[in-house]
C-alpha cells in the first residue's frame, strides 16, 4: 500500500456578494511524506497480437481488485483553514 501523506489549506475570504458567510476561493494541497508500497504481488500478463508483457496490477485493474502493494492511501496530516480579509487599494 503507497501512503500519501498531505497537508491541506483552505483559504477563505468575505466578499460583498456573501457578506454574512465566509467561503473557500483556494484550496492546496501539499505532500509531506511518500510511504511506498513496494513491488506489485499480483501482476497482470496482457496481450497485443503476438506480443505479451506483464504490467503492474494498478495499470490493469481497478482499485477494488489491485493487490495490497498497488493499492494508494492518502491521509490527511493536517488541515488548516486561513481567513484572508478583503483590502481596498
Known amino acids: 500500500m ?4 498531505v497537508d491541506i489549506e483552505h ?3 468575505t ?3 456573501y457578506p454574512d458567510e ?3 476561493y ?3 494541497r501539499t505532500v509531506i511524506h511518500v510511504i511506498p508500497g513496494g513491488p506489485c504481488r499480483t501482476p497482470v500478463t496482457i496481450r497485443c497480437g503476438q506480443v ?6 494498478h495499470r490493469h485493474e481497478p482499485a477494488a481488485r489491485q493487490c495490497g502493494a498497488c493499492r494508494t492511501i492518502v491521509t490527511q496530516h493536517s488541515i488548516i483553514t486561513r481567513h484572508l480579509d ?3 487599494a
Open 11 to 13: 483559504i477563505t475570504h
Open 26 to 28: 483556494d484550496t492546496r
Open 86 to 88: 478583503e483590502v481596498s
Open 52 to 57: 505479451t508483457t506483464t504490467i503492474a496490477c
Open 2 to 5: 503507497t501512503i500519501h501523506v
Open 15 to 17: 466578499c460583498p456578494a
Open 22 to 24: 465566509p467561503h473557500p
